[in-house]
Structure formats: C-alpha cells, structure tokens
C-alpha cells in the first residue's frame, strides 16, 4: 500500500512540474511577443512620427485694404513646436492598411497609430500590427465612429499593459496633479491636426458608451454631459473650468483597471484646435 501511495505522490509530483514547467515557458514567450511588438511601435514612433511641421509663416503688412474679407485661418496654438508630420501613406502601405490616425500625448507613452478594422470591431483588440494573435493588441475605434473624428463622441479603445505601453499610461491620471501639466491630447490624420483638452478622467464600468447614451440630439448629449460632471467619485478628476457643450466633439479613451473585468478606466477630452495641414506655412 506504500508503495502505491508513493508513486501516486510521485506521478502527481511530475505532472505538477510538468504543469509549472509549460506555465513559466507560456509567461516568458507572452513576454518576449509583447516585447516584440512594442519594439515594432518604437520603431514606427521614430521614424513616421518625429518629423516637426513648419512653422506658420508670419502674416505680411496688408498695402491695402482687402477687397473681400477673406475666411480666416483657424487659430494655431501656442504649443505648435509640438505638432508633427505623420506619413499615412508610407504607414498603410508598409505596415498596415487599416490605420488611419496617430494619437499622442505629450511626455507619456501613448504615441501609437489609430486602427479600424473594416468587419471586426474587437479585431485588434486581439491583434497586432502584422497580424499576429496577442498582446499588445492596438489602439483602434470601433465602425460606430466614422474616421474622420466628427462624431460627438469618438471612443479609443488601448489596453492597459503591465510594461507600460499602449494605454497603461492614461492611470496617471488618477493624480489630479498630473492634469495640469499634461491637459493635452493630438490626433493626426493625413490631412489635419486636432488639439484636444482632457477636462475629465475617472473609472466607470464597462458599459458600451456608443450604445448606452443618446448621441443623436442635443438633449441627449447634453444630458451625457451633465452625467460626467455630477461624478461625485474621490477616483475622479473633472476639470470644469473647460467649457464643454452638446455642440462640441468630444474623444475618449478608455483601458482596462486591473484585473477587474467590469471596469474601465476613461479619459475624456474636448475639440479645442483644429488644423488644416494645408494652412500651416502657407
């Protein structure tokens, strides 16, 4: 009967090594993949995402008064030493078709392209991109949002990963002292940039924020309005000194909390600038 026992405990020993030994090979190859594909975004960060825009040309004296008045340029901001000059079209045809913008925010690490798969809206959620299953995955929005950003509210989906990257740094925002020095978010697409101000960031639950409010009139997104700045949450950072209205274009980002699945933890920010490539230095 020992004997039995004792080759029970040693069959049962191996298969628990034999189990540990396939997790610790799973872990280090999960890492070594995500190691890979953020090593791909870094290298696409430096070489399609570096090259400044020039400058805005000084406006010449007028030698006389205009005959029409002209439709005047929208408003440069102060911070344009900031905006770059992304190549679309290198990046579509070299990496991937389906991205289509470039999101940055200053002094973290979201500095990654925008994807929209054209038939899967969890797609790259699960995929990166060379196509391959797994982590990081990549920033992406979903049909529902057209890609232009004219929607009152586009959401961008990233996860938040444990080495950092993709959308691990939007929970700095959980210091409200992280705000006012990072209030920031631009978009750029093949033909503007857009300067958006961040005016709220807290955790929510994982509701489908393009199904769940009513977007269509102005009531209804006043009221989604009124919801976010009545956020009594000590998890919360509201801005209200940004002017926000129903007739404004609004982004969020939203990642993941942690381990628990039914949260969300979003970043909202309002249009405040946007720019046709073509006025600049014109």
């Excluded at 396939?22 to 890492?31: D, E, M, S, V």
């Excluded at 006043?222 to 002017?243: C, K, N, T």
């Excluded at 909202?268 to 006025?279: E, G, K, R, T």
């Amino acid at each position: 009967m020992k004997k039995k026992r004792s080759v029970i405990y040693l069959i049962i020993t191996i298969v628990c090594l034999v189990i540990l030994v396939l997790a610790i090979a799973y872990i280090l190859k999960y890492y070594e993949n995500a190691s890979e594909k953020e090593a791909m975004y870094e290298s696409l960060q430096a070489s399609m995402a570096g090259l400044p825009l020039p400058s805005p040309a000084p406006s010449a004296a007028p030698t006389e008064a205009p005959v029409a008045t002209a439709t005047p340029k929208p408003e440069i901001p102060e911070d344009a030493a900031l905006l770059r000059a992304v190549d679309f079209a290198a990046l579509q045809e070299d990496t991937c078709a389906d991205i289509y913008a470039w999101i940055s925010i200053p002094d973290t690490r979201i500095d990654y392209p925008v994807l929209q798969h054209p038939s899967d809206d969890t797609y790259y959620l699960n995929y990166n991109l060379d196509g391959s299953k797994g982590y990081p995955g990549c920033i992406y929005t979903e049909r529902e949002n057209s890609r232009d950003f004219s929607d009152f509210n586009t959401v961008i989906y990233g996860h938040n990963m444990k080495n950092g990257s993709m959308f691990h740094d939007l929970h700095s925002y959980e210091d409200e002292s992280f705000l006012p020095d990072h209030p920031y978010v631009y978009i750029y697409t093949p033909d503007r940039v857009m300067r958006y101000r961040i005016f709220a960031a807290y955790p929510y639950d994982d509701r489908h924020l393009l199904y769940s409010f009513d977007y269509a009139t102005p009531e209804g997104r006043a009221g989604y309005l009124s919801e976010i700045f009545s956020i009594r949450s000590m998890s919360a950072v509201l801005d209200d000194q940004v002017a926000v209205t129903s007739e404004d274009r609004l982004i969020t980002l939203s990642t993941c909390v942690g381990s628990q699945n039914e949260k969300r933890y979003l970043v909202q920010a309002v249009l405040v600038n946007d720019i046709l490539l073509s006025d600049i230095n014109e």
